[in-house]
């Protein structure tokens, strides 16, 4: 099989593409009905503040059409006039301490008032700002992250993956150029930057430069080795794992650059052929890819306690050794002692309460 060529767009589309390389940040949402609620509550809450130091200091304001004393409701309509700065002057402040209230403290509270009363025009032109702030602190804690291209059925099954197996949220960025899985990204937490990863400049979005690794889950394996290339010319070290179709592109992914591939068809198959011939074997193989539930299969350090010892003499299932960046499949016919400087890949019961 060939690669077939990726398909051409117009100009149009192309600098569509450009303009939606956009950085989506997680965040919480509020309904417009919650927010107004909140809103319409600091303001009463600020109305009934005024309206109680007015009261309090009474004897400092005059009524020119009541010569007693001021009650809470003259209070309150002093202060419903005087924060919405409508002011008729019937009620004025005539004591030095009235006067010195006014200037101190109800004058501040008048430009919160109006700042709530406001607050949606004022939220929308500081929006670009705050996000633009949100944005920059993101970008200074992003170093030795987890870049994940393609947030479709893959990329997301990868995440939740690594989720599992302990990996922080904040340190994974995903990249897709389709708004429904940047929306799914948003709602697992997940920071997303909406663009096409075949691009550089949407994988310097991503910072890809400072990434830790970076998993390839694109629909399209020519889009698979575009990007897996576009990663290793900005980001040598990163350990790079890539998902394809078709196992005759395995090569070039592997020669692009890749440290691992997953031939997604052939896997899928061997597992449903396992599957059909012996159930109970299938349902352990997928009961291992899954973190969490029952076993699981992971890859940890030696211990301090098991150097020196055989891996049959540790206290998980060893199948696998990791020496000096070579990994050795372990049996029990071997005789080999673990070192220090060792990582071993066993088969383990699931944490307890997951």
């Given at each position: 099989?060939?690669?077939?060529?990726?398909?051409?767009?117009?100009?149009?589309?192309?600098?569509?593409?450009?303009?939606?390389?956009?950085?989506?940040?997680?965040?919480?949402?509020?309904?417009?009905?919650?927010?107004?609620?909140?809103?319409?509550?600091?303001?009463?809450?600020?109305?009934?503040?005024?309206?109680?130091?007015?009261?309090?200091?009474?004897?400092?304001?005059?009524?020119?059409?009541?010569?007693?004393?001021?009650?809470?409701?003259?209070?309150?309509?002093?202060?419903?006039?005087?924060?919405?700065?409508?002011?008729?002057?019937?009620?004025?402040?005539?004591?030095?301490?009235?006067?010195?209230?006014?200037?101190?403290?109800?004058?501040?509270?008048?430009?919160?008032?109006?700042?709530?009363?406001?607050?949606?025009?004022?939220?929308?032109?500081?929006?670009?700002?705050?996000?633009?702030?949100?944005?920059?602190?993101?970008?200074?804690?992003?170093?030795?992250?987890?870049?994940?291209?393609?947030?479709?059925?893959?990329?997301?099954?990868?995440?939740?993956?690594?989720?599992?197996?302990?990996?922080?949220?904040?340190?994974?960025?995903?990249?897709?150029?389709?708004?429904?899985?940047?929306?799914?990204a948003g709602e697992d937490g997940i920071a997303a930057i909406n663009g096409d990863g075949t691009r550089a400049d949407v994988l310097r979005r991503a910072e890809v430069e400072t990434a830790k690794r970076v998993i390839v889950a694109v629909p399209r394996d020519d889009a698979a080795v575009l990007v897996t290339l576009t990663v290793r010319r900005h980001n040598p070290d990163a350990y790079v794992v890539a998902a394809v179709r078709e196992s005759e592109n395995a090569p070039l992914l592997r020669e692009g650059g890749a440290n691992g591939v997953v031939v997604s068809s052939e896997a899928a198959g061997r597992l449903l052929g396992v599957a059909a011939s012996s159930p109970t074997t299938g349902a352990i193989f997928e009961d291992l890819l899954v973190p969490g539930a029952g076993l699981e299969l992971t890859e940890r350090e030696v211990l301090r306690e098991e150097v020196g010892l055989t891996p049959r003499a540790t206290r998980d299932l060893v199948v696998a050794i990791i020496r000096e960046g070579e990994t050795q499949m372990f049996n029990t016919n071997q005789d080999v002692k673990l070192r220090k400087t060792d990582r071993v890949v066993v088969v383990r019961g699931a944490p307890s309460g997951l």
């Open positions: 099989m060939k690669l077939l060529p990726k398909a051409t767009r117009p100009p149009e589309a192309r600098s569509a593409g450009r303009a939606t390389a956009a950085i989506v940040l997680p965040q919480s949402e509020v309904g417009p009905v919650r927010a107004v609620l909140q809103r319409v509550v600091i303001a009463l809450a600020v109305l009934l503040l005024v309206a109680t130091v007015v009261y309090l200091d009474g004897d400092g304001y005059r009524d020119l059409d009541d010569v007693g004393a001021m009650t809470f409701l003259d209070s309150l309509y002093y202060a419903t006039v005087t924060l919405s700065t409508t002011g008729y002057g019937d009620i004025t402040p005539v004591s030095q301490e009235a006067r010195l209230i006014n200037v101190l403290v109800i004058t501040p509270l008048r430009i919160l008032f109006l700042i709530i009363l406001v607050g949606t025009t004022l939220e929308v032109l500081t929006q670009r700002t705050r996000e633009q702030l949100r944005q920059n602190r993101w970008r200074s804690k992003l170093n030795g992250h987890t870049v994940v291209v393609g947030y479709g059925t893959k990329g997301r099954s990868a995440v939740r993956a690594l989720l599992d197996d302990g990996v922080d949220k904040d340190t994974i960025v995903a990249v897709d150029n389709d708004p429904d899985h940047i929306a799914d």
